[in-house]
C-alpha cells in the first residue's frame, strides 16, 4: 500500500493560507506559529472550513500521479484532519477526480506518526511533507518521498521530490515499493 497525504502534497493548503491570510511570519509546520495573528479558531470553524477545503486547489500533476500509483499498488490518503473533515476531504477528491481510495484521519500529526508506526507492515511508501510524520514512517522502515516544503529542509531521510513528475518517475524505476 501507498500512503500519501493530502495537505501540501496534493492539494495547496498552505498556499490558500497565503493567499487569505499573507506571507507568514516565519516557515513552521505549525500553522499559527505561521500566521500568529490569526483567528485559527475561526478557521478551522464547521462550515467555514468546509468552504476553505472545498477551496484548495491541487498540485500540479497530482492527480495524474496518484491514478498512477493505483494502477500499480493499493492506494491510501492518510491525513492529520480531524474525523470530521472526512467527508469534506473525500468530495473535494471527488471533485478534483482522484482516484477512489480509503481516506485515514489520524486528527494530530503524533496520532499520523503513531498509525503509520502500527501499520508499516502494510504501508510501502508514503508520500508526505511533514518532518515528524516522515521521521516516523523511515524509523518504522517505511520508504518516504519527501514533498519539498520550506518547514522540511532539515528532513535528511528519504526521497526528496519538487513536483509531481518526479513521484511518477521515481515509481516508474524497476525496484520501486
Known amino acids: 500500500m501507498i500512503a500519501v497525504d493530502l495537505d501540501d502534497t496534493i492539494c495547496g493548503y498552505v498556499t490558500a493560507c497565503i493567499e487569505r491570510y499573507g506571507w507568514p511570519v516565519t516557515w513552521s509546520w505549525d500553522l499559527r506559529q505561521m500566521w ?18 472545498l477551496g484548495l486547489r491541487p498540485l500540479h500533476g497530482a492527480q495524474e500521479g496518484c491514478r498512477l500509483l493505483e494502477r500499480n499498488d493499493k492506494l491510501l490518503y492518510l491525513t492529520a484532519s480531524t474525523e470530521l473533515s472526512k467527508n469534506i476531504r473525500q ?18 500529526f503524533e496520532n499520523k506518526a503513531a498509525w503509520l508506526r502500527d501499520n508499516a507492515g502494510e504501508v510501502k511508501a508514503l508520500i508526505e511533507d511533514l518532518p515528524l510524520v516522515l521521521d516516523a514512517a523511515n524509523d518504522a522502515g517505511i520508504y518516504t518521498i519527501v514533498f519539498n516544503a520550506p518547514w522540511n529542509y532539515g528532513v535528511r531521510n528519504g526521497k526528496r521530490v519538487y513536483k509531481w513528475s518526479e513521484v511518477v518517475n521515481l515509481f516508474r524505476m524497476p525496484g520501486m515499493p
Not at 500568529?36 to 477545503?53: E, K, M, N, S, Y
Not at 473535494?92 to 484521519?105: R, V
Open 36 to 53: 500568529p495573528t490569526v483567528d485559527w479558531g475561526a478557521h478551522f470553524d464547521g462550515l467555514a472550513h468546509q468552504a476553505f477545503i
Open 91 to 108: 468530495l473535494w477528491l471527488k471533485i478534483h477526480d482522484f482516484p477512489y481510495a480509503p481516506i485515514i484521519c489520524t486528527d494530530g
